[in-house]
């Protein structure tokens, strides 16, 4: 139905930067949010960032660091992550709130995960 696809983890070391891109297709009508979590490990899911419209959120450890993009023609998020601390280090998830062809209601959708490491 539909698939999320993460790319642009890996390893950096603290004070580093990358950026995550997530991807989405299927039978998709509209995306109404589109957002990041992270799970370290050992921990539960948690909200990093979501976009929808033109409101973006934060939680409140990663403001002033990250920042959150969408393309809504080509069904894409993208978060800047900025000035990276070793607490960082998760793997990231793309969250997408969707209405398909057909469909009468918005269904989550989650991509695989990808890999953060900050580590010197």
């Known amino acids: 139905q539909v698939q999320l696809v993460e790319s642009g983890g890996g390893l950096v070391q603290p004070g580093g930067s990358l950026t995550l891109s997530c991807a989405a297709s299927g039978s998709i009508v509209y995306i109404n949010v589109m957002g990041w979590y992270r799970q370290a490990q050992g921990k539960q899911r948690e909200l990093v960032a979501t976009?929808?419209?033109?409101?973006?959120t934060y939680a409140d450890s990663v403001k002033g660091r990250f920042s959150i993009s969408r393309d809504n023609a080509k069904n894409t998020v993208t978060l800047q992550v900025n000035s990276l601390m070793p607490e960082d280090t998760a793997v990231y998830y793309c969250?997408?709130?969707?209405?398909?062809?057909?469909?009468?209601?918005?269904?989550?959708?989650w991509g695989q995960g990808t890999q953060v490491t900050v580590s010197s």
């Open positions: 969250n997408a709130r969707v209405l398909l062809s057909g469909a009468t209601r918005y269904s989550d959708y």
């Open positions: 976009i929808t419209g033109g409101r973006t």
